[in-house]
């Protein structure tokens, strides 16, 4: 990838971080560190990756993205603004009574959100039948389904991983993200997973979340006709996200007062320039 | 009727399924050994998605067919899906309002002999409480016909209480349409209203006949759409009788019972018997011996439509 693409890409990513910061506090409440740690994979996928027209959301064969935690809403919601599936205006509008954009995204009124988000179970189970249904209609459209790491070592998430392997499925690719853990590479769950799922026979890789020429070179070795469904252990450097907010779970109820919110896009604008 | 003219309504469902599967993009999603298919064994390959052993992953799995356009039928039994799924089914098929058909083999006390964990008597409350979800309760081959078809036509999710029960055919003048928020009649009368679903309106038509003996003349009407509700069908009938039974295999909780008496509470109150399971779980036993013993034979339609009409708004 040359440079100034990766450039133009991450001046993309920033200002999607920047609306983040800017909805979450408008609403004042919402999750903040994971949107703004998946932002890049985000912006990868649906700048570089997937086969989109935002002119026509509901077109049959493009590819499909599921969001398969509700702690990644927000980042969703800034990428689909900034690729023109509606106006950036509705970000500021994000959890109110009435608006578009509600906490999780109504897959009926909202373009661009290809399923419901189910706080319960295994996202798996509803990406899965939907990329078996896709390709049974000659179709090459593709799944992606985003998850946290810890979502993918749960028995529903390998029950269902095993079915994708028995009946074949091969457009789905599950990408499991996680925070890079200085010391070591990987931790046991990691390592029990990988094993567990590469035994399952899908094909395991690894990318950095955070470098958009580490996730080009992982996309370009997926085949483009898919010999078998694909999980991506993919790693966020640490300092994506917010000094602040870095493991504070609690925001979601708390939201950010103005001050904070004035400075994360402080911070976030000093990251983006330097 | 012929005893061996009985069919029970889970068996009628799958011929029914299967005499229009093969003409339509039709899926059905199971779980392996998980119930009995009876007819739908048949089905071609592709017409079946088997899902994992997980009853959670079984509704996602329908749910990710109906984001593809597909309107997926679940038959699966129903203590498994209702209570281990509940919250799938809320997310995942009601709050997107996907046009997902859940279909029980097991509704009532038709599998009595499966205990108190097996028997759901509480699974119409948990359906009709949930928002953008159909429920009906079919009672005889006719019934089940109308009701899958209107099911077919929906295009949102639909709970659909089948059993296991064999019944004969309601003799009814009913003219096929099945369609969600109606409610059919099974006989004429002026006494006293009773409101039934499922196996009960068999049994309130023997009631009938020895509540004729004592001068009182029931009107039944078979609330076959628990949500939508008849509303108006139920106060054509109250407002001539004055007085209504409900009758239900399900508890008084949140049931037909619940649906009759907010209706009448709000619009027109008269007074109400039920005659359903009082708030409390089952024990194992024979469906036959589970009904006598919580009470929901025509004895207690009798007793409680004796008790109605003496108290009846004159």
């Known amino acids: 990838m040359e440079i100034t693409r990766i450039n133009e890409l991450e001046q993309i990513a920033s200002e999607v971080r920047k609306d983040i910061v800017r909805m979450v506090g408008v609403a004042r409440s919402g999750p903040l560190e994971f949107p703004l740690l998946i932002s890049d994979v985000l912006v990868y996928l649906y700048w570089e990756e997937m086969l989109l027209l935002a002119q026509s959301p509901k077109r049959n064969d493009r590819d499909r993205f599921i969001l398969g935690t509700e702690y990644g809403v927000p980042a969703l919601y800034s990428i689909l603004a900034k690729r023109g599936y ?52 000659g179709l090459n459209a593709r799944v992606f389904c985003l998850m946290k790491e810890s979502e993918c070592s749960c028995d529903d998430f390998f029950l269902e991983a095993e079915r994708c392997t028995n009946k074949n499925i091969k457009n789905i690719i599950v990408i499991a993200v996680y925070k890079h853990r200085d010391g070591s590479d990987s931790n046991d769950l990691q390592v029990k997973s990988r094993d567990r799922l590469s035994g399952y026979g899908w094909r395991i890789l690894e990318m950095d979340g955070s470098d958009f020429a580490s996730m080009e070179e992982i996309f370009n070795r997926l085949d483009p006709d898919g010999s078998k469904p694909t999980a991506i252990f993919t790693s966020i450097r640490n300092g994506r996200g917010l000094s602040f907010a ?11 007062s103005i001050e904070a919110m004035d400075r994360a896009l402080e911070e976030l604008e000093g990251k983006s320039n330097g | 009727m012929d005893d061996r003219t009985k069919t029970c309504t889970w068996n009628d469902f799958c011929e029914y399924l299967v005499s229009f599967a093969e003409d339509e993009d039709f899926i059905l999603v199971v779980q392996e050994m998980d119930i009995d298919l009876g007819s739908l064994k048949d089905l071609p390959e592709e017409k079946i998605f088997v899902s994992s052993a997980s009853d959670p992953n079984m509704i996602l799995n329908a749910a990710g067919l109906a984001l593809n356009g597909k309107k997926p039928w679940i038959a699966g039994i129903s203590s498994k899906i209702l209570s281990r799924s509940y919250s799938q089914i809320r997310e995942s098929l009601a709050l997107p309002s996907l046009p997902v058909r859940i279909a029980v083999p097991d509704g009532g006390l038709s599998c009595g002999e499966e205990g108190a964990s097996r028997i759901m008597t509480e699974d119409l409350t948990l359906m009709r409480a949930m928002p953008n979800m159909s429920v009906a309760v079919p009672s005889d ?76 003349d029931i009107e039944i009407l078979d609330f076959y759409s628990l949500k939508p509700f008849p509303e108006q069908a139920l106060l054509a009938s109250v407002r001539r009788t004055g007085c209504c039974v409900v009758a239900e295999e399900h508890s008084y909780i949140g049931g037909l019972c619940s649906a009759t008496a907010e209706c009448l509470c709000r619009t027109y109150p008269v007074p109400v018997r039920f005659v359903a399971i009082d708030d409390q779980f089952v024990h194992s036993g024979t469906p036959e011996e589970l009904r006598e013993y919580f009470g929901l034979t025509w004895k207690e339609i009798v007793n409680a439509a004796a008790q109605a009409w003496a108290l009846r708004r004159r």
């Open chain 2, 141 to 216: 081959r006719n019934s089940v016909r109308g009701i899958a078809d209107a099911a077919r036509k929906s295009e949102g999710p639909v709970y659909i209480r089948l059993g296991q029960t064999p019944l004969s055919q309601l003799n009814d003048d009913h003219d096929g349409d099945f369609s969600f928020g109606g409610a059919r009649l099974l006989r004429e009368g002026t006494s006293v209203t009773v409101c039934t679903c499922g196996i009960m309106g068999h049994q309130a038509l023997k009631a009938a006949d020895i509540l004729d003996q004592q001068g009182i």
């Open chain 1, 86 to 137: 509606y106006g950036r205006e509705e970000l500021w509008h994000y959890r109110r009574l009435g608006a578009m954009l509600q906490a999780l995204p109504d897959f009926r009124r909202t373009p661009g959100i290809d399923a419901p988000c189910v706080t319960s179970g295994t996202e798996l189970a509803v990406a899965a039948p939907l990329a078996e249904s896709l390709s049974m209609e």
């Open chain 1, 246 to 256: 870095e493991g504070d779970h609690t925001r979601t109820k708390k939201g950010l």
